[in-house]
């Protein structure tokens, strides 16, 4: 198995956009990525906290019909990640595994080394750099 991340995946309003949507899980189709586990979150205007299964959408239903294990995203998951979230905004609450490193994360293991830890760097201070 390649390494798997937790990802939050914010939109500015509370209905997701189809387009964004389809454009990131269609990474899923490419090989790159295997979807694990999702759910969507929502934090009102009134700051209320939602969240709701893929299969309660028309653009979501059946992807995780392949799911294996329980699900692992929980409700502290949801918690914290609406704490990144604006009142009145979505986001896809995604963990996926990188298929893409799996070659090289059989390899490490292997030779004893294990995956000590990973930083996703933010777009922005990619930019700056």
Not at 66 to 87: M, S, W, Y
Request: net charge negative; with cysteine; proline share 5%.
């Amino acid at each position: 198995m390649g390494p798997v991340e937790f990802i939050v995946l914010a939109f500015p309003e509370e209905q997701l956009r189809v387009p964004a949507v389809e454009a990131v899980l269609g990474l899923r189709k490419t090989g790159n990525v295997r979807l694990i586990d999702g759910l969507v979150a929502t934090k009102t205007a009134r700051g209320e906290v939602l969240a709701a299964e893929f299969d309660e959408f028309v653009e979501l239903k059946g992807l995780l019909a392949h799911r294996e294990a329980a699900p692992l995203i929980g409700p502290e998951d949801v918690r914290e990640a609406a704490d990144l979230l604006e009142c009145g905004s979505c986001a896809l609450l995604l963990v996926v595994e990188h298929v893409w490193a799996e070659d090289a994360a059989k390899a490490v293991r292997a030779a004893g080394g294990r995956i000590a830890g990973s930083v996703r760097i933010p777009a922005e201070r990619l930019g700056a750099a």
